[in-house]
């Protein structure tokens, strides 16, 4: 499935018109490289278990360019997006192909940490510009590093530490439960979270686990009302995220008990939309919030146009465009060489939509403003309100 | 006292899902011989359609026959073609032709309800709880063991106590036959898989206040529904009911006491029944043609 921006065909013939007619009064070799188009690759999920959060951010992406008339540093953008149905080896072959075939100059996207892991080599091998838009996994900014990827996301760590810190300062010292989907991602934020509570003298009473794709959490819910909490920590994304908040309404523990947990589980668009009033109440710790200051613009354009308020993958589409766009300005235009993109981009943060944004030079890895969401009231709905901001949050990276 | 009390209302609530998936399922494998792997859609359409009907805000207790009719009528469609041109072919040719519809249902719902979760409204009357010595229980998965075990009985009586059901049964067994004492089969053979397809609609749609609507769910129902069909044993009633009933427990107390493990002890007490009874729970007498 192969799609193109619409606007770049336009302006791709314009400026292929426009190179045609200087390279024929004969204008310097130099301005005709930097007036070829500028080929995106983007890889993510659009079909699979991530099909929602795929379609988000690559909605993401073409409003980045959409509102940039289709040119980056006077270069026209082709926009190539791929479907790794959120598979490893898909991923993969997609990489390959957008790098072996259509010659790309940037790759971007990416969802899931396991795709993000098997192309890590792709990428790196073939010494290719990369911004990763998403995978969360701990080790993409540790031991999977590589000079070349940069990420413009959180890491599974950043929010699970930030939300031990809360969970301690502010909802209590013990009596606290977890209860998270039983994978990579899952098993990573609870034991940061954990670690991170610990450390400050928290107790951490209960840890449950639910398979991927749990239907009937009836069980596991009767199990807490069993346990009577102080509160909650819990991750869980997508449809699972969705159908616990629901049950945990459904058995009238909403309300009763407070309820903490990674992004994901209280992702605007993908989850509060759909869940409404059972997510009311609860909080999160998020790289991306609808309400961050940062967002405002960004969140009244994304409204407009998809009629829904921006979640963290609508956003991570668009903040991967603002990244490229400040990679490729501050070279103006000219990629070849590849260590001073990585040097400009380096050199200075990036204001995004998710906040200001430093990149650590061990790692390519995004220091980000970590947000505290309260899911509140709102105009349209419920919607995730930032309570609390911790500055400038970094991974502990490669020496972890 | 009261834990296992609610979680057994759980494990039962889970079951009676199951049942109604899978008696959908199975009454077209047992009764007309046929692989119908499309049933995962039917139970799909019927949740989205069961979502916008309890959001639409016209009496909720319509939603119910308004998803059977539904997925009944895009079973009958499919029966026209290519269904029908399918019954005499082997099972492995009907595993192709409705794993692929199947897939392209996936598509078009997709494109038609869009890739967002969709979560169904429960009706005002049943979104409260009864505390079971003091433990909270779902009012409205009471309304589905209620339910479940009203439309699983009266499947039963059509099926195994009237005239229409034994005129079904006969089909199976020599269509011919039944056709010289003048019966149309043909006719009969729809009306299975308007009923089959309904049913998996309806549990869809009843199954939506508990799961949610959004795609992938259709492969998720068809997976279970598939283990309590062959587990229960081909060709048996009650053995659909037996194994929906331990599928549903094996699946809710191994969350309760093994979470971590739920999926594979569950799955592990199944694969085992299998070893056990390779005819299922409850093997039926008579001659597999």
Known sequence: ?400 | MGFYAVQSLNALSFSMLLLLTGLGLSVVLNLMNFVNLTHGSFFLLGAYVGVYWLASGAPWWLAFPVAFVAAGLAGFLLERFPFRQFYARTHLMQVLLTYGLSVIFADLMRWGFGAQILSAEIPEALRGVVFIMDMPFPIYRLFIIGFGAALAFALWFVIDRTIWGAVVRACVTDRGFVETLGLDTRRIFTAVLVISAGLGGISGALGAGILSAYPGLDEEVLILALIVVVAGGLGTFRGTVLSALLLGFAMTFSKVWVPEFSNVVALAVMAALLVALPEGLVARKVRQV
């Open chain 1, 1 to 400: 499935m192969t799609e193109r921006f619409p606007l770049s065909r336009r302006s791709f013939l314009a400026t292929a018109g426009a190179t045609a007619v200087t390279g024929a009064i004969g204008a310097p070799a130099l301005a005709q490289t930097a007036n070829k188009p500028l080929k995106i690759g983007m890889v993510t999920s659009l079909s699979g278990p991530f099909t929602a959060l795929g379609e988000s951010m690559r909605a993401g992406m073409q409003m980045f360019l959409a509102e940039n008339g289709g040119k980056l540093a006077g270069r026209a953008v082709e926009l190539i997006v791929e479907d790794d149905q959120a598979k490893p080896d898909e991923g993969v072959r997609k990489f390959r192909k957008l790098l072996g075939q259509d010659n790309v100059d940037i790759v971007s996207g990416v969802i899931s940490s396991a795709v993000a892991l098997a192309v890590r080599d792709v990428v790196t091998e073939a010494k290719a510009l990369t911004f990763i838009s998403a995978g969360s996994a701990n080790d993409l900014a540790r031991k999977a590093a590589s000079p070349f990827v940069f990420r413009p996301t959180k890491t599974n760590w950043m929010l699970g530490h930030t939300a031990g810190q809360w969970a301690f300062e502010k909802l209590g010292k013990s009596g606290c439960l977890t209860i998270a989907a039983d994978y990579a991602a899952g098993r990573e934020s609870v034991s940061d979270f954990v670690a991170s509570y610990q450390q400050q003298g928290g107790k951490v009473g209960k840890q449950l686990w639910a398979p991927l794709g749990t239907t009937d959490f009836g069980p596991l819910l009767t199990t807490i009302a069993a346990e009577r909490p102080e509160f909650i920590f819990s991750f869980f994304a997508g449809s699972d995220a969705v159908r616990f908040l629901r049950q945990m309404r459904e058995y009238r523990l909403h309300g009763k008990v407070k309820l903490i947990g990674s992004g994901a589980l209280f992702d605007q668009e993908d989850v509060v939309s759909a869940v409404k009033e059972a997510a009311l109440g609860g909080l999160n710790t998020c790289n991306q919030s609808p309400t961050a200051p940062s967002s405002a613009a960004f969140t009244k354009a994304y409204q407009a146009a998809r009629n829904a308020m921006p979640g963290e993958m609508g956003t991570a589409g668009y903040v991967t465009g603002q990244v490229i766009k400040a990679a490729v300005e501050r070279v103006q235009g000219d990629l070849s060489n590849k260590e001073k993109v990585k040097e400009a981009l380096l050199a200075k943060e990036v204001e995004t939509v998710f906040g200001p944004m430093p990149f650590d030079p061990r790692n390519n890895q995004a220091i980000l403003d970590i947000y505290v969401n309260e899911i509140k009231e709102g105009a349209g709905g419920p919607v995730n309100q930032v309570i609390h901001t911790y500055k400038a949050v970094r991974d502990p990276g490669p020496v972890a």
